[in-house]
């Protein structure tokens, strides 16, 4: 059997839901999506399967798909020598784990889009992330590498087979092995453990744990807070404190519209890869709300509050469901959609008000944007506090609260001006595990802040979950435009069921146990 040499006007993507997925419907790649017909094609044609792992809001996802998998000759390679498999990491985390750990095997690092070459029974031999599309210096092109796969499979089996048994044996011994053993309660020494490699790793001049980039630590945010209100150690505290307040000063942090974008690609959390994450918003503003607990600091209030008016207002089904993601790129450039010329802050805020503001938020001529990111856009700035506003305002000669006031008053009008701009792409599926993040989220901020209208929000999402993403009886890992597919994995039933409970402390209504 030989593979169609062809240019469809569709592949088999188009009869999915996944935005991932349809992303890539169109493409002259022959793509399957998992599914058993994909193994038996690549049995009756002798050839591997490529594997292509990524999510909609993926930067060098698209990247990789414009360079490699839009282009014709490439297209042609891969269809005559493989079978294409296509997989949204996002719906599929039990395939995203087991071939992310393959190449982590097999390269020592990982990441998306995840490159993964399999046997016809799905055994790993080789793998990688992003290709370029030609040769480079650090690095062979994609074509290049498919080439040598292929060739390395027609002469060379018998090293192929013995690669693929020593990385499927690596994963077994990963997913099974003795040091996973426990009880499943992390008794005090393991937590002991855990907090002294935070200590250690700990960046006191920024915050967050270890070097670029930098994720939002938001596992170690909750231990330290919990630990904290056990032990009453300040040092814990002051852990955290540094970490927040990092974050909501950096250009992670969306002053303009709320909430925070995925990671920062330097120390100090000025640089942003752009893309905004469901599950990363509710687990920060979670965290924040708890600084405000047991600070009174109003900054950490503030930034809770508009992460949680950002997901109201941009990350809502008109049902009340929440949606997963928003892209790092608009119009084909990551960051355009939120990226500032000084120019268009003055024309937006008056001359007085704009030269204000830019001196507030670090907005240039020259562009600090370009100082940090070599070869892009010249004259364009991320909005990000150098130090807290309070300094700011005795610069100023202003109090603290009417400079706030003010710059409220500009992040608006700016906020409307950027509304007007091309959107970055919104990966409108829901899933229940990030759903129930939110869910819990809004319900203990609610709570806590006592702001009705985070409860009642939560709520409406709850009802919806449980209205749309379960089906003879079991819950549903994803649903979008209409159809609930999946069965849910571990992580929709703990964090919705954990979300559920935090509804029911925030409402005393027995239906959220």
């Not at 002798?46 to 490439?74: K, Q, R």
């Not at 992670?252 to 920062?264: L, N, Q």
């Not at 405000?292 to 109201?312: C, I, K, N």
């Amino acid at each position: 059997m030989t593979a169609p040499d062809r240019r469809p006007e569709t592949n088999r993507l188009v009869r999915e839901q996944s935005p991932y997925l349809l992303q890539h419907a169109h493409n002259p790649v022959d793509w399957y999506p998992w599914e058993p017909e994909a193994f038996a094609a690549a049995a009756a044609r002798d050839v591997p399967i490529f594997l292509s792992v990524g999510y909609s809001t993926c930067h060098w996802c698209h990247v990789m798909a414009h360079e490699s998998f839009e282009n014709l000759a490439i297209a042609r390679l891969l269809n005559e020598h493989f079978v294409p498999v296509k997989v949204d990491r996002e719906e599929r985390p039990d395939i995203d784990e087991m071939y992310l750990g393959a190449t982590q095997v097999l390269t020592g690092h990982g990441g998306w889009p995840n490159s993964v070459w399999l046997t016809p029974d799905r055994r790993p031999f080789f793998a990688g992330t992003y290709f370029p599309p030609e040769d480079r210096p650090d690095r062979p092109g994609f074509p290049t590498v498919l080439r040598r796969i292929a060739a390395w499979w027609a002469t060379e089996r018998r090293h192929v087979e013995a690669q693929a048994d020593e990385v499927t044996d690596a994963l077994r011994r990963m997913a099974g092995g003795s040091h996973m053993a426990g009880s499943g309660r992390a008794g005090r020494e393991r937590v002991a453990a855990a907090l002294a490699e935070l200590r250690r790793t700990f960046d006191p001049r920024h915050g967050g744990f270890g070097t670029r980039p930098k994720f939002p630590p938001h596992g170690a945010l909750a231990l330290l807070l919990h630990e904290f209100e056990l032990t009453g150690d300040r040092e814990l505290l002051g852990m955290v404190t540094r970490t927040l307040d990092g974050l909501r000063l950096g250009g992670i942090h969306d002053h303009v519209g709320g909430g925070f974008a995925r990671y920062a690609t330097d120390e100090r959390w000025f640089l942003p890869h752009f893309e905004k994450m469901l599950y990363d918003n509710a687990q920060l503003a979670r965290a924040y709300v708890d600084a405000w607990r047991l600070t009174g600091t109003e900054d950490y209030r503030r930034a809770a509050e508009r992460t949680f008016m950002w997901v109201l207002r941009e990350m809502r089904h008109g049902e009340g469901a929440f949606y997963s993601a928003w892209d790092a790129d608009s119009e084909g450039e990551e960051g355009k959609f939120y990226l500032w010329r000084r120019a268009e802050v003055r024309e937006a805020l008056g001359t007085a008000e704009g030269e204000l503001f830019c001196r507030v938020y670090g907005v240039s001529e020259a562009g600090n944007y370009c100082e940090e990111a070599t070869g892009r856009r010249p004259g364009t700035n991320i909005v990000y506090l150098e130090q807290p506003l309070e300094a700011t305002a005795a610069r100023e000669g202003l109090a603290p609260a009417a400079l706030q006031a003010r710059m409220d008053d500009a992040l608006e009008k700016l906020r409307a001006v950027r509304s007007r701009r091309v959107r970055p792409h919104l990966d409108d599926k829901v899933l229940a595990s990030w759903n129930g993040l939110m869910i819990g989220s809004l319900a203990h901020g609610g709570r806590v802040l006592g702001e009705p209208r985070y409860v009642a929000a939560a709520a409406a999402a709850a009802r919806f979950v449980l209205a749309h993403l379960r089906a003879g009886g079991r819950l549903r890992r994803s649903w979008r435009a209409g159809e609930a597919k999946l069965n849910a994995y571990l992580d929709d039933h703990v964090f919705l069921a954990h979300g559920l409970l935090d509804l029911h402390e925030a409402t005393g209504e027995a239906v959220w146990r």
